[in-house]
């Protein structure tokens, strides 16, 4: 933990400058995409990578006005969670889940999760359906659990998603599964290749996956490296860290 006490405003001021520093320019970065790509600056969410960062930073990001956080792990995010109520207890961030589930992990993540992006497998839907249902059951949440589906884009299966083969089935599943939204799709950029091609395969997918869900308009894409790729290409939520927040000081997903 970073010390917050009364006795550190110094420290904690400057980190608040640094990480508002971090804001302005991804807020800058956004605002060209859009204004090039031709579209309207609040068509894309900012989704706020707090992964290896402390729940401090999150309530630097709060009040700041970010709303949104995403977390890869759940061990790492349930007692930030946590924090972060204590810290700021009258704020209502929404947290997205990012990085591989365990499904041993969905019932902890239902009590806090707004929506999960990183769905790659039917067993992981049952498990959330299943979570998410327990959740609304015990009144810890009152909404459904709003999933994405994560699609690889290079079938490369160590960085996670499904086979662009499975989409079809993947969806249905998911939207059918109760106590689950199916609200979209999420993909990451695969090393190494052109992100505007990928991108443009991915943007194709969602296409149609909305002919057939409607309900299914986010399109999770883009990150710190390729966010303005990612925005040419009809992202609706571009998931930053390291351009917000610095270089994570542990090796991550
Ligand atoms: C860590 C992570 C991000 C943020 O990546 P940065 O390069 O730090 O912006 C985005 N999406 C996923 C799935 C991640 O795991």
Partial sequence: MVNMGASSAGPADARGAEISAGLDAVHQRLRRACAEAGRAEDAVQLLA???????????????????AFGEA?????????????????????????????????????????????????????????????????????????????????????TRGGCARSELDALTDIAAETDHLRLRGLMAVAPRDSDPDEAFAQLHRLWVAVRVRFPDADQLSAGMSLDLEAAVRHGSTCVRVGTALLGSRPIAST
């Fill in 49 to 67: 990578v707090t992964k290896n960062f402390p729940a401090a930073d999150v309530a630097h990001l709060v009040d700041l006005g970010c709303t």
């Fill in 73 to 157: 792990r759940e061990q790492e995010a349930t007692p930030k969670v946590a924090e972060l109520r204590a810290l700021r207890p009258h704020s209502h961030p929404r947290w997205h889940v990012l990085g591989r589930l365990q499904r041993n992990k969905a019932r902890q993540v239902a009590r806090w999760a707004h929506r999960v992006e990183s769905v790659d497998s039917e067993r992981l839907l049952t498990a959330l359906g299943r979570a998410a249902g327990k959740s609304l059951e015990e009144g810890e949440r009152s909404t459904p659990l709003e999933v994405l589906i994560q699609v690889s884009l290079d079938d490369d299966p």
